[in-house]
């Protein structure tokens, strides 16, 4: 092949592959942000933006190049702390999967595999003939979930997926085939190949294996008897609907909706504050325990279950009032002064004072504590 020809085709061949990259990173862009969820639909639109046209097929990337990528983002973003998390889910996986072993769990997806990123599931398979067999066991334990039917088209040909979402300390999927496909492997839609699965006893050989330093079997006990504080704050914030406040002060009626409010305004000043978010959500919740003291109530509820710049917080948000309109005394405001957390504390005041509107849209409960738990995903 002449030189220049041959210079040519190694140009359009370097091209190809920098679009192929180029789409591919966009591509894990949206899918890191969930922006997407599909590798298809993921692809196809960043190809568009890339191209800003038709793309050929051959250079669109593979599905395992969009996970590779993905991947990179996900050590780009949350560094170490992805390795402890994957181990924790892991670990949450198997104690899971033990509860449910008359059904025959399968652990597949990121968290086998370790391709996790933020707010990735925990994919598990259940083989049942009924999904109230399974969910008869998950209201013996207490656990929240929410059954969900999906109708995929594959092929030509339509099927019916049943789920089970839990989202607990980690989200889970359980997905729920009939009894008699336990031994039926399907193909990844990544790779093309047998999709990866474990059953209990080679997760906890798989465990064994990749942490010889932990104990496994006394870390998914630990796993299993932690509480979930999410739902710690669930069952207090609940009761507050039934609450109603004084209306000269509370016009926009019952607790919940006012804590609600609060915690909107809080996410609008401060997105990302965790502990401060906790604190606008909570902050009335001991009013469903002893109205009369209603913040040394909240604080003995939530004990073990909060940081102690939330408490802080918590405990100090009526003096804020008290600061604000003037009636506090000189010593008492001096105090608070002092803490590193004043401006914060002025800030919730000033968040509780105007979550107090009547009609007002507001976020929902379950929204609430699901941005409360991404937080906790993202920062630990």
């Known amino acids: 092949m002449p030189a220049p020809i041959q210079w040519a085709y190694g140009a359009r061949l370097m091209n190809r592959s920098k679009l192929r990259q180029q789409i591919a990173w966009e591509a894990a862009r949206l899918m890191y942000n969930r922006q997407e969820s599909e590798y298809y ?14 793309v050929k097929p051959a250079d669109l990337p593979s599905n395992v190049e969009i996970r590779d990528q993905v991947q990179t983002l996900s050590r780009l973003y949350e560094g170490d702390s992805r390795g402890d998390n994957l181990f924790e889910m892991r670990l949450a996986a198997l104690a899971l999967m033990q ?3 008359p059904f025959r769990p399968r652990l597949i997806g990121s968290v086998l595999t370790g391709h996790i990123r933020h707010g990735s599931d925990i994919d598990i398979h259940l083989f049942s003939d009924t999904v109230e067999a399974i969910t008869h066991l998950l209201d013996q334990d207490g656990s929240a ?4 039917r999906k109708q995929v088209r594959k092929q030509g040909e339509s099927h019916v997926f049943t789920h ?3 989202n607990v300390r980690f989200p889970f999927e359980l997905t729920i085939y009939p009894a008699d496909k336990a031994h039926y492997v399907s193909k990844s839609s990544i790779t093309g190949k047998a999709i990866e699965r474990a059953s ?4 906890e050989q798989f465990l064994a294996r990749e942490y010889p330093e932990v104990d496994i079997p006394a870390a998914v006990a630990d796993t299993a008897d932690q509480v979930d504080r999410f739902q710690v704050y669930e069952s207090l914030l609940l009761p507050l ?5 004084p209306l000269k002060f509370h016009p926009e009626g019952d607790m ?3 804590s609600l409010q609060v915690f909107d305004h809080a996410r609008d000043a401060l997105a990302y504050d965790e502990e401060f978010l906790t604190a606008a959500l909570l902050h009335d919740i001991g009013k469903a325990i002893d109205s009369a003291e209603h913040v040394t109530a909240a604080l003995e509820a939530l004990d073990g279950f909060i940081t102690e710049r939330t408490a802080w917080l918590i405990k100090h948000h009526m003096l804020a009032h008290q600061l604000g309109d003037g009636t506090l005394g000189t010593r008492a405001r001096r105090r608070l002064q002092q803490s590193e957390h004043f401006d914060d504390l002025v800030l919730l005041a000033e968040c509780d004072r105007d979550g107090r509107q009547a009609g007002v849209e507001s976020p929902e409960l379950e929204e ?13």
């Not at 639909?41 to 038709?54: D, H, N």
């Not at 209990?200 to 997760?203: D, N, R």
């Not at 609907?241 to 406040?245: C, D, I, L, R, S």
């Open 41 to 54: 639909t993921a692809k196809m639109k960043a190809a568009r933006r890339i191209c800003q046209g038709w």
């Open 99 to 101: 509860r449910l072993a």
């Open 145 to 148: 979930y929410e059954v969900q």
């Open 164 to 166: 089970i979402h839990m």
């Open 200 to 203: 209990i006893a080679e997760l």
């Open 241 to 245: 609907e039934n609450v109603k406040g």
């Open 256 to 258: 919940l909706y006012h």
């Open 368 to 380: 609430a504590m699901d941005y409360l738990r991404e937080l906790g995903r993202m920062f630990g």
